[in-house]
């Protein structure tokens, strides 16, 4: 029996007596049952490692550690234990003890003096108990640690006396209520420290930093405030997490309220991290979203370049196909191409999602979009429970994959793997077992309702040593994503796990309380369909929306900042049409229906632009050609409820030229009411698409068709710009920088030869002549034969 020193049990309810007792037994793993306690041990037990994880325990026998002296490793995490047994009755402990993983259970501060027995403690996990305090005269005898895992109590300050603690170099401590920063830099071989999701408002620390640090995270302190100088000295850091500036533009503020996430990346016992994540959770300038985790196992060189490239892949290959299937298989090609040499030998584990929006959904829901190869996976927590939405492709899982490869010629070993290499069919990377392993990743869409409550990814590490189950149990009810993420990292370090580690939590807020309808919570309209309520303002140079501006004031208000004739006109239609309705501005979750969209409504908007004297519009500092360079105001007056579609093309009005009445018709024509500061007569009408065609061949107006200007108008910007420019014809000003004379670069000059200079004026001449005699009413527009000999 001495070869055969393993035991693993499962499934039990109450521990054999005698199988503690056993002289040949090492190691005994019962974790994963529904053990209520351990016998009464009347003897000494043999045993070095005992894993008593995920059961029902809540006491352990009074004299278990002055029986067990052999043991080494003990893993109790996962219980419900509220207090530990003492080391022995004496003054001297004998206890040999190195390893302890008490996470996940119900201690408080009085199991804290028990913990002093066991003076060859290296590794300490206490994680997600009940402990508030740490007296500092208990800790200071735990000279031996090396790894301190605190994090998910209510503790406030960690002890200064943890300075004594020599030959430590990892201290996990985030999720607390830490508000001091404890006296860790002096210690000599500290490597890696985690204070996220704390209160930590300032740091102390010494001038020269220990060459040994690694790791500083700080994320998740809303109160911290680094100054310059502390950012020097930790400059030399080589990961130094804190929390990054949000972005203030008006797409991530939406995709802030749908969904945020919090990103979880532990080295564990490797000297390096080979997992790598990626989060935008504004993606391609819109409400959208890309999210994924990128496993090497063994290389961190693929998982980086994937983490770098993948995002632009995508938002390429979404462009050219709105089908969920084709564009995610095409970004997992195109990555897998993008590899070179790197993934020549080397391979990588990928999963990828994406929240879109679909514009074609009538019921304005979001789309969540996974892809995935390898044994990175992802789920989604509905109603509080686990959705796996990706495939692990393995020899052993799948026997179809296993049939395909066989039929390939691959070799397959006794542990199931391809050429000895690995389990999977399916990765990024790894060409030379080309066709066995395979790129092509599993798709799947689901559509996202209000019952979704989290996205969870992981790697392989993370899967095996939780269960989907219990990773949404953990986390559910935290609203910190980044705490949501911590934990469940810390639990699968605390199972077990001595690899890498990551996990991604995306909380999702999909519901009505995150509609963001500027229709909600106004007043209803007047009788006159206006709102007495509304402040003017001013149109955004943000945004193209009607909601970004107010449009209540009548039209004679803002007429009168023009002059008085234009005032005059301006008032009468004023007073006429009465006030204006704000625009409902919509969003994904309550569309506007397509039959409202093409309703007529006779509403109008009215606003003003101010034009600089050297013709720059002030929000969008273009130049527009002859409009408004003496810095004259123009207000335009528009009907936006004439618009058919996406292009906002105008419909066919069957109005009289120059009628008045022609702005109440309601055929849903476009009508423009042009004043301008220095002429009278200053009215045109523009109804049908007659006249837009001949705007659109105009001379004057080929330069500004189709150019796209954020000024915050309602309307479609072609359109308004050709009007003004037909309408005003206001002469240029001959004056300052814009009357300058054109000047031809040297080496755009023709040069012609001495000898050919004679003959070539006398070409051009007769050239000249010939077109006089053919367009005499354009000889005026011909220049004179001296001008092209000054530009030759």
């Not at 996470?103 to 408080?108: A, F």
């Not at 735990?142 to 300050?157: F, H, I, P, R, Y």
Request: glycine share 6%; charged share 20%.
């Amino acid at each position: 029996y001495e070869e055969n020193w393993m035991l693993h049990l499962h499934p039990w309810t109450l521990c054999p007596p005698r199988t503690l007792s056993i002289l040949s037994l090492r190691k005994l793993m019962v974790g994963h049952n529904h053990v209520q306690s351990l016998p009464p041990l009347l003897e000494h037990i043999p045993l070095e490692v005992l894993d008593l994880q995920h059961n029902l325990i809540t006491k352990l026998p009074e004299m278990f550690f002055f029986k067990a002296l052999n043991l080494r490793c003990l893993n109790v995490s996962a219980n419900s234990l509220e207090s530990l047994p003492s080391v022995c009755p004496g003054e001297e402990s004998l206890s040999v003890l190195q390893l302890l993983y008490l996470t996940n259970n119900n201690l408080t501060d009085l199991c804290i003096p028990d913990l002093v027995g066991h003076p060859n403690l290296r590794v300490l996990h206490l994680a997600n108990n009940q402990l508030q305090t740490f007296p500092a005269s208990k800790l200071s005898k735990l000279e031996q640690l090396e790894e301190l895992n605190l994090s998910g109590n209510k503790l406030k300050t960690i002890p200064t006396t943890i300075a004594n603690c020599k030959q430590l170099h990892t201290l996990i401590a985030h999720s607390n209520e830490i508000s001091i920063f404890p006296e860790i830099l002096h210690l000599p071989r500290i490597q890696f420290v985690d204070l996220s999701c704390n209160e930590l408002t300032e740091i102390m620390i010494p001038e020269v930093l220990p060459a040994t640090l690694q790791e500083l995270d700080l994320t998740g302190n809303t109160n911290l405030v680094l100054e310059h100088k502390t950012l020097d000295i930790f400059s030399h850091i080589s990961t130094l997490k804190i929390d990054a500036k949000p972005s203030l533009t008006a797409d991530s503020a939406l995709s802030s309220t749908l969904w945020n996430h919090g990103l979880a990346e532990m080295a564990g016992q490797r000297n390096k991290l080979c997992v790598s994540a990626l989060a935008l959770g504004s993606f391609a300038d819109s409400v959208e979203a890309v999210y994924g985790m990128f496993d090497g196992d063994k290389n961190e060189e693929l998982p980086r370049l994937l983490q770098c490239t993948m995002a632009d892949v995508l938002l390429e290959e979404v462009q050219q196909s709105n089908i969920d299937s084709v564009f995610m298989c095409n970004t997992f090609l195109v990555s897998h191409r993008k590899l070179g040499m790197a993934g020549q030998k080397l391979g990588s584990s990928a999963v990828l999602c994406c929240i879109r929006h679909d514009a074609t959904d009538l019921a304005g829901s979001f789309t969540l979009t996974l892809a995935n190869v390898g044994t990175c996976e992802a789920i989604l927590c509905r109603s509080g429970k686990p959705l796996p939405l990706s495939k692990v492709f393995s020899l052993e899982q799948y026997p179809e994959e296993a049939r395909r490869v066989k039929e390939q010629k691959a070799i397959i070993t006794e542990d199931n793997k391809v050429n000895g290499v690995t389990c999977c069919t399916r990765m990024l990377g790894c060409t030379y077992l080309h066709p066995w392993i395979l790129p092509k990743p599993h798709v799947y869409s689901i559509p996202l309702t209000v019952e979704d409550e989290m996205l969870l990814l992981g790697n392989k590490a993370l899967w095996e040593h939780l269960s989907y189950t219990e990773a949404v149990m953990a986390v559910r009810h935290l609203h910190d994503p980044l705490a949501a993420a911590k934990k469940v990292c810390t639990l699968a370090q605390s199972y077990g796990c001595q690899d890498n580690v990551g996990a991604m939590v995306v909380c999702l807020n999909i519901g009505e309380d995150s509609c963001t309808c500027e229709v909600h919570g106004l007043p209803l309209p007047g009788p006159r369909g206006g709102i007495s309520t509304a402040k003017p303002a001013t149109p955004s140079s943000s945004s193209g929306t009607a909601s970004e501006f107010s449009s209540e004031l009548s039209a004679s208000e803002v007429s009168s900042e023009v002059g008085s004739t234009a005032s005059d006109e301006h008032s009468g239609a004023g007073l006429d049409a009465g006030l204006v309705p704000q625009p409902e501005r919509r969003c994904s979750l309550h569309p506007v229906p397509p039959s409202s969209i093409f309703q007529r409504q006779p509403s109008c908007a009215t606003f003003s632009s101010n034009q600089s004297d050297n013709g720059l519009d002030s929000d969008d500092e273009q130049p527009v050609e002859g409009v408004m360079i003496n810095g004259s105001k123009v207000e335009v007056e528009v009907d936006i409820h004439c618009c058919q579609g996406k292009s906002l093309e105008p419909v066919p009005p069957e109005a009289e030229e120059g009628s008045a009445a022609s702005s109440e018709d309601d055929s849903g024509g476009l009508f423009f009411r042009i004043w301008r500061q220095n002429s009278m007569t200053s009215n045109i009408l523009l109804a049908g698409t007659k006249e837009r065609c001949e705007l659109q061949k105009s001379p004057s107006t080929c330069c500004l068709y189709g150019k796209k200007l954020s000024n915050g108008s309602i309307v479609p910007l072609e359109e308004s710009l050709n009007l003004i420019e037909v309408a005003t014809e206001v002469p240029k000003k001959k004056t300052g920088y814009f009357a300058a004379p054109a000047q031809l670069e040297p080496e755009d000059r023709f040069v012609v030869p001495p000898d050919l200079e004679e003959e070539m004026k006398e070409q051009i001449k007769q050239h000249h002549e010939s077109g006089a005699e053919q367009k005499p009413r354009e000889k005026a527009a011909v220049a004179p034969p001296d001008e092209f000999d000054t530009a030759l």
